[in-house]
């Protein structure tokens, strides 16, 4: 009988100016068994070569740092060839910001506020590197629905639309509107798998990188309206 071998941990590089934050985040992260902590960055320059060095699951990543700072560092690294695999969380002072949106807009898995209950970071990093978007409990479609009446979307995104069949258009919206895939498959009477499939058809349709690029592209191109829930 073959041993079963153990999940490794989930990876994770810390990206902020302020050390003691990092120090407390690390203690904190690694005292989880799943979880380890393989690098720290003070800027974004150095946000960037850690990732590409060592590929970790998780990048928490602070918006505000000296020199490059997190925004244009997750879009950099949400645009490199080598980081499919990495899941860029933001790491925020105030949950309502613009440029939290922006950093969402261009890749972002999802986002944390600063002063969040340890448990709720734990569980951040975990669903991100899991690829799951962090939705809930809304704070982070309340944000896109604020915001993203103001920007444009990609061409490329909103062109694709028209590529979308009759059946993934509606999917769209329910992932926009903030659905889970077993919750589109009960509203839609098909199996979860199916659902999933959809979803996965519809980002690559869309060139979006995860669940977070498509709820901000339902709301951009006005699939989605801000106020909207699911009767």
Same mark, same amino acid.
């Given at each position: 009988?073959?041993? &079963? ?14 050390? $003691? ?13 799943? *979880?380890? @902590?393989? =690098? ?6 150095? %946000?960037?070569? $850690? ?26 690294? %949400?645009? =490199? ?5 990495? +899941?860029? @969380? ?15 807009? *261009? ?5 944390? @506020? ?16 899991? =690829? ?47 659905? /889970? ?6 509203? $839609?009477?098909? /199996? ?8 996965? +058809? *519809? ?5 979006? &990188? ?22």
């Amino acid at each position: 009988m073959t041993a &079963r071998q153990p999940t490794p941990p989930i990876r994770v590089v810390l990206a902020d100016d302020q050390a $003691l934050l990092r120090a407390g985040i690390r203690v904190l992260l690694e005292t989880q068994p799943d *979880i380890a @902590v393989v =690098g720290e960055a003070g800027d974004g320059e150095a %946000a960037i070569a $850690l990732t590409t060095r060592l590929r970790p699951d998780v990048v928490l990543m602070d918006i505000r740092m000296p020199g490059l700072d997190g925004l244009a560092a997750a879009k950099r690294i %949400a645009a =490199g060839p080598d980081s499919s695999g990495t +899941r860029v @969380v933001i790491l925020t002072t105030f949950d309502l910001d613009e440029y939290v949106f922006e950093a969402l807009r *261009i890749g972002a898995a999802g986002f944390l @506020v600063k002063n969040s209950e340890p448990d709720e970071l734990v569980r951040g990093v975990r669903a991100a590197a899991a =690829g799951d978007a962090l939705l809930a409990p809304g704070v982070t479609r309340r944000l896109i629905a604020e915001y993203s009446q103001r920007a444009k979307p990609a061409p490329a995104a909103a062109a694709g639309l028209s590529a979308l069949t009759e059946r993934e258009r509606e999917v769209l919206v329910l992932v926009g509107l903030g659905l /889970s895939n077993d919750d589109i498959a009960a509203r $839609l009477v098909v /199996s979860p798998l199916t659902a999933k499939t959809h979803v996965s +058809r *519809i980002m690559l349709k869309l060139a979006v &990188r995860d669940r977070v690029g498509l709820v901000v592209l339902a709301y951009e191109t006005g699939l989605v309206r801000p106020g909207w829930t699911v009767s």
